[in-house]
């Protein structure tokens, strides 16, 4: 039988279709308030999922939705509200600032004491660039190579502490050993980082870097995220690098309407766009069948429940017991970090080994 697979939700506003505000059993001011958070997160985590994701952008999400609170942000508020579940904000590697981006990171590694992820995505759009007054990084090419840079620098500067670096002696005065932090002194094509950094390195070490298969070069991603049609392309899919999710869109039957009738009324308000991924519209034993035969080519899914309001509660009640019950997923286990968790070893501090080795 294969290791248990891993659940992760995505839990950006109201659901994956852009007319899932139409289906919320709130009002609209609600999506911005903390509450809605909260509730969300202990939704999940109560369910039994191992991770939740929080997708993000410098541009609106559509649909009529008129914005969205940070991701990173929700993530930190969320670790307060959780105790097991893993916490992966979206935050792209275009145009964003490493160094900031660092420090943002390893601070949601505190503040959740080791349940931390990054969820690395680019930025296309001009759009984007226009908003912050920046040059355009066009094509495939650039978009990759910034993401490289972005990534290495990442973990350069969680590296640039030791794990002993801070000492925090009351008696003698002494808080801090400088010959344990370290400048990365990294020199891109388009910027440099000097460092170190200002925040510690994480409880984890390196955080959970997830990815879409291929963008990252191997040795830089923990987690690929694949998006295939079906469960033979998630099994040719990725590079082989780490381990490897599922992306799977949802939309589940109700006792209110069948999955096909809710989906046809929210096309009718606005149509989908495209994303490629594996979707199941149907009932809960549907979709417990899908995931089963997924957990014989994949390490993981991420779940994109339609409608969060509709979705999220039928895979708590139908879908994950069962899971649960057939050993075909299990349950976070109290007390781990999100590297535990998924089997990921916590990684040797860079500087550390060079010293060593020198």
């Known amino acids: 039988m294969p290791p248990p697979l891993h659940l992760a939700v995505e839990l950006d506003g109201d659901g994956a279709h852009p007319a899932a505000w139409r289906r919320s059993r709130h009002t609209p001011e609600q999506s911005f308030v903390p509450g809605r958070v909260r509730q969300l997160v202990q939704h ?59 420090s943002q990171l390893a601070s949601l590694d505190f503040v959740s004491t080791g349940r931390a992820g990054w969820l690395v995505v680019t930025s296309p759009e001009p759009a984007v660039a226009a908003a912050l007054g920046r040059p355009v990084v066009g094509g495939e090419a650039a978009l990759r190579r910034e993401a490289r840079d972005a990534v290495l620098v990442n973990r350069d500067l969680w590296d640039s502490w030791e794990d002993d670096a801070a000492i925090r002696d009351v008696a003698t005065g002494r808080y801090l050993d400088r010959t344990k932090l370290h400048y990365v002194d990294f020199v891109g094509e388009t910027y440099s980082v000097k460092g170190p950094a200002i925040v510690p390195r994480p ?62 009324a929210l096309d009718a308000h606005a149509g989908r766009p495209a994303t490629g991924r594996l979707r199941h519209v149907g009932s809960a034993a549907g979709l417990v069948a899908l995931l089963t035969e997924l957990a014989r080519v994949a390490d993981g899914v991420r779940l994109h429940p339609l409608v969060l309001d509709d979705d999220l509660q039928e895979l708590s009640a139908r879908v994950l017991p069962a899971l649960f019950e057939a050993g075909v997923a299990a349950r976070p286990v109290a007390g781990s970090t999100l590297r535990s968790t998924f089997g990921l070893p916590r990684p040797q501090n860079r500087f550390a080994a060079e010293e060593v080795s020198a």
């Open 44 to 102: 999940a985590e109560n369910a039994g999922f191992t991770l939740a994701t929080f997708d993000d952008s410098l541009l609106p999400p559509g649909g009529g939705v008129a914005g969205r609170i940070g991701a990173v942000e929700r993530a930190a508020f969320a670790a307060a509200s959780t105790s097991v579940l893993g916490l992966a904000p979206v935050v792209a590697t275009t145009y964003t600032e490493p160094f900031h981006v660092a």
């Open 203 to 264: 409880p984890q070490g390196q955080l959970v870097v997830f990815a879409p298969a291929g963008l990252l070069p191997t040795d830089q991603v923990d987690v690929e995220l694949v998006t295939a049609a079906d469960v033979a392309g998630v099994a040719a899919a990725g590079t082989g690098a780490g381990l490897r999710f599922a992306e799977v869109e949802v939309a589940l039957d109700t006792a209110a309407a069948a999955a096909p009738d809710r989906l046809g």
